[in-house]
């Protein structure tokens, strides 16, 4: 909090469940959630459209004299003979020589740790400095997202301004709110945020676990909509309206509302659910992040000045060797594992 503070992040931090209403209800008169404990406003918060954003992105790369080599896809890598080091990258168009690789592939962070040869099960050294051996780096995770079909207009707040995006955990029971039935009684969590792109109210909710760990026979492509497996059912969108009921007596009976479509997608992530920066084979740098979203994207700049030859302590607990050291990330509290 301190420190979000000498950075100009402004936040206001509420704790107690009564308090935490009454914030919220000055914001949105309708606000009814029940068991929330504690409010974090973070007043610089907000969100924005991701296809403007890469496309602002990639300009402010090409730029720099940067390259850009779109619809091309990396099949493999070639080695020294001398070293493990990687001295070309075969892609679908022909082999691309190269002294150093980064590797920043997002859900595929497994496609190319196994192209890269590296470890699929690792060991884990346990609080009690036993050694847990054959842990599976790997474990994908469904991201569950959907829309709901009203004017973004819909969730201003009482002041007739934009809200920020609300991300509300609970461990108070969530009822259908077609049929009353009990959706769960167990913690749960969902996101939701004003949307023009999507034109509604566009969230989310507690992913999760697919596949085995370790991710064998997962098929990560294709991705996001053309999936067959990897998409939101029915179960999200009544879970996701029933919450945002939940909380906002102005979604209520609003549930037929909701989008249907293929939606959501999956993420791949580490054993402590924490990305892993660091440097493989010599000459390989593995950006392997867990779906840790836009935020993370200062960490560009820390890895380039890495592959320049400067440590980043910032960077330094995300190193692969945590594991076998036993200095992993905490669990996460929420039912979101990357928060
Ligand atoms: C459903 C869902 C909703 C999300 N919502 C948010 C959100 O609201 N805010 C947020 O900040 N984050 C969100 N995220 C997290 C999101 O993953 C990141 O914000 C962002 O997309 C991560 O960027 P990235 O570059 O690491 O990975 P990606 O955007 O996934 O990019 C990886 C790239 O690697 C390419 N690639 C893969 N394999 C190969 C290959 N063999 N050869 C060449 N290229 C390859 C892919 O085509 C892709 O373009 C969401 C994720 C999901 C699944």
Not at 143 to 150: A, I, N, S, Y
Not at 167 to 180: G, I, N, W
């Amino acid at each position: 909090m301190h420190n979000k503070k000498n950075i100009g992040y402004e936040s206001v931090f509420i704790q107690g469940e009564k308090d935490s209403e009454n914030y919220m209800k000055k914001m949105f008169g309708d606000w009814q959630a029940k068991g929330i404990t504690s409010v974090l406003h973070e007043k610089r918060g907000g969100y924005a459209n991701n296809t403007s954003a890469i496309y602002g992105l990639a300009d402010k790369a090409e730029a720099e004299g940067v390259r850009i080599l779109t619809g091309t896809t990396v099949k493999g890598f070639q080695y020294g003979s001398n070293s493990s080091a990687v001295t070309g990258v075969e892609t679908d168009k022909g082999l691309i020589k190269c002294d150093h690789v980064i590797v920043g592939a997002g859900p595929w962070a497994k496609t190319f740790w196994d192209m890269l040869e590296l470890p699929n099960e690792i060991t884990i050294k346990g609080s009690g400095g036993n050694l847990n051996t054959n842990i599976p780096m790997w474990h994908y995770w469904m991201l569950t997202e959907g829309v709901l079909r009203v004017d973004p207009d819909y969730l201003k707040t009482d002041s007739g301004d934009m809200p920020p995006v609300i991300h509300v955990d609970t461990d108070a029971p969530l009822y259908s709110d077609t049929d009353k039935s009990l959706i769960t009684d167990k913690l749960w969590g969902i996101y939701y945020k004003p949307d023009f792109h999507f034109n509604g109210i566009q969230g989310g909710s507690s992913p999760y676990k697919v596949g085995k760990p370790g991710g064998e026979g997962v098929n990560v492509d294709p991705y996001g909509p053309k999936s067959a497996d990897f998409v939101i059912s029915d179960e999200f969108g009544d879970m996701w309206t029933s919450a945002l009921a939940f909380c906002h007596k102005r979604f209520e009976g609003k549930s037929h509302l909701f989008k249907k479509g293929a939606t959501g997608g999956l993420g791949c992530f580490t054993p402590d659910s924490f990305p892993v920066f660091d440097q493989f084979r010599e000459n390989v740098y593995m950006i392997a992040d867990s779906n840790h979203g836009y935020k993370m994207i200062g960490v560009g700049k820390l890895v380039a000045d890495e592959v320049l030859g400067e440590k980043s302590s910032l960077l330094e607990p995300f190193r692969f060797s945590r594991y076998e050291q036993g200095n992993l990330h905490p669990t996460s509290n929420s039912p979101f594992p990357w928060s």
